[in-house]
């Protein structure tokens, strides 16, 4: 079974500065996509980034990365230069590379950031 | 483009009463997914339609049911209502089983 985990349940960080959140998951699947997930207060989950397992290179969304280490099966999310709109829950999400596409989530970590 | 769409936003039930959620996807997408998220967890795969069929299940009592309509549009069923169904209930959509999936903002379920 698929299981993932986030074990910061919260981060905090200035305003202006860097923050990495920690993911890791366990599959015996060689095929797969990893997810970030945002869920603001007012509850939308929002795609902010997704890496496929088979791409050696770490995705980039402008202020967000990864670092996806596929032999220790770590997914942790960087967010450059802090904004006070980047408060908000964050989940990591893993699904199988074929068939069906639903997710599985890690319990989350809520950011805060301090102006 | 209207995004995926649910109704209603919040609504409180009874225990052992029934409630029907109901969810719009995307336009053009063919598959709907619902997710529960208890206070604090992260979203629990409840069930996923492509095409008007069941594609996946989670572990999920009997009581919970759903179905999708020609129009693709889906429906969950959560009968006997128990106070740890309190929940927000996410619906996603998305073109098929290849895709990403888009979430709907929830439906936020009570149970007293």
């Known amino acids: 079974a698929q299981t993932v985990t986030q074990s910061q349940p919260e981060m905090s960080v200035q305003e202006a500065e860097t923050v990495t959140l920690s993911c890791t998951y366990d599959?015996?699947?060689?095929?797969?996509?990893l997810f970030w997930y945002k869920q603001p207060p007012s509850r939308q989950m929002i795609l902010v980034i997704r890496q496929e397992a088979y791409k050696q290179q770490n995705a980039t969304e402008n202020r967000f990365s990864v670092n996806f280490q596929k032999a220790a099966k770590s997914f942790s999310l960087k967010i450059s230069d802090s904004q006070l709109g980047d408060a908000a829950m964050y989940f990591c999400a893993y699904r199988r590379g074929a068939g069906a596409n639903n997710l599985f989530f890690g319990t989350g970590t809520r950011l805060t950031v301090i102006p | 483009d209207a995004g995926v769409t649910q109704s209603p936003t919040h609504l409180i039930k009874t225990r052992g009463q029934h409630v029907t959620l109901r969810c719009s996807p995307i336009s053009g997408h063919k598959s709907v997914s619902w997710y529960q998220q208890v206070l604090g967890q992260g979203p629990q795969f409840i069930f996923q339609y492509y095409e008007k069929e069941e594609r996946g299940r989670g572990n999920f009592p009997d009581r919970f049911s759903a179905r999708q309509f020609p129009n693709y549009s889906s429906e969950l069923n959560v009968n006997a209502l128990l106070l740890g169904d309190s929940a927000l209930y996410l619906c996603?959509?998305?073109?098929?089983?290849?895709?990403?999936?888009?979430f709907g903002p929830g439906t936020r379920l009570t149970v007293t």
């Open positions: 599959t015996s699947e060689s095929d797969y996509y």
């Open positions: 996603a959509s998305s073109w098929d089983l290849r895709y990403e999936q888009y």
